[in-house]
Every structure is written in structure tokens, then in C-alpha cells.
């Protein structure tokens, strides 16, 4: 794989992911919707030891969320552009914002979640699954996947 790099819209903050991700969602949630201001939020899960920072630091926002669970999303302290996010507070794991990669395109959904609340107008591709909530992890991540996860969470 290539190096994946990207970064903030005005630059201060740079990163690289040092592997691919575990798995990539595309995320049609109302909280992700109001969160970024769009349709939907593209979402790569990898730990958080592989993500290499370039230049800059990222500062942690707590959200609320419909849930109740925490959600702190790391942003740029200078242009607030959204990077990542951290759902639970779990410290290995980050779900990078894969439209701040330099080519946005280097990392397309593997499944869309929550189309329940997904928007009328957006389309989804007929060969990437898609769940009206969440979906069942064995089945749909790939076996070193989830040994990457559970490596980082244990069996939770």
C-alpha cells in the first residue's frame, strides 16, 4: 500500500497512516450528518499507533451524541477541520475522516451503516453492503481485521 497522507484544510495539522485501515464505513447517522454538515461521514477504522503525526496536533471535542456514549472528534486548533474521531473513549482505536486523505478517493467504503437515516436523494452502490443500523462484525470484516481489533480491545 501506498502511504496514505493527509491532513487539516489549512495545513498545520499533517498525518500519515502507516497501514491500511481494519475496515472503512460510510456512515449515514443523523449525529455524523450534523457533525460534518453533509449526507455522511467516510469513517476508516485503524489503530490509533498508526497513525503518524507530520506536523501539529489535533485537539479533542467532546460531542453529544443520541446515544449518550462519548464521541470526541480530533480537530485542527487553528481551522477546526475534523481529522478523526474517538467513539467511547477507546485510546487504540481512531476512525479517521478518509476525505481528509490527500486523495480522498484512496480509501472507499467497504460498508454504509445507519441508512435508515440516510438522506432520499443519495444513492448507494449495489455492491457495497449496507445496513440500516450496524451490521455483524465476524461475518463482513476480514479474519485480520478482526484479530487487529481484538489485539487493540480485547473481545469487547
Known amino acids: 500500500m501506498a502511504a496514505l497522507e493527509g491532513g487539516c484544510a489549512c495545513g498545520a495539522v499533517r498525518y500519515r497512516l502507516t497501514s491500511g485501515p481494519m475496515i472503512v464505513h460510510c456512515c449515514h447517522c443523523r449525529d455524523c450528518q450534523r457533525q460534518t454538515g453533509g449526507a455522511f461521514a467516510v ?32 480537530r485542527c486548533a487553528s481551522c477546526a477541520t475534523a481529522l478523526w474521531s474517538d467513539y467511547g473513549r477507546r485510546l487504540g482505536l481512531r476512525f479517521v475522516r478518509a476525505t481528509t486523505l490527500d486523495d480522498p478517493e484512496a480509501l472507499a467504503p467497504d460498508v454504509h451503516i445507519f441508512t435508515r437515516s440516510k438522506l432520499p436523494w443519495v444513492g448507494l452502490p449495489p455492491q457495497v453492503p449496507a445496513f440500516e443500523i450496524y451490521y455483524d462484525m465476524a461475518t463482513l470484516w476480514p479474519p485480520e481485521s478482526l484479530a487487529r481489533r481484538r489485539a487493540i480491545l480485547g473481545d469487547r
Open 43 to 74: 469513517n476508516a477504522l485503524i489503530e490509533t499507533d498508526r497513525i503518524e503525526m507530520l506536523s501539529g496536533e489535533p485537539v479533542a471535542i467532546s460531542m453529544p451524541t443520541e446515544s449518550g456514549r462519548p464521541h470526541d472528534i480530533y
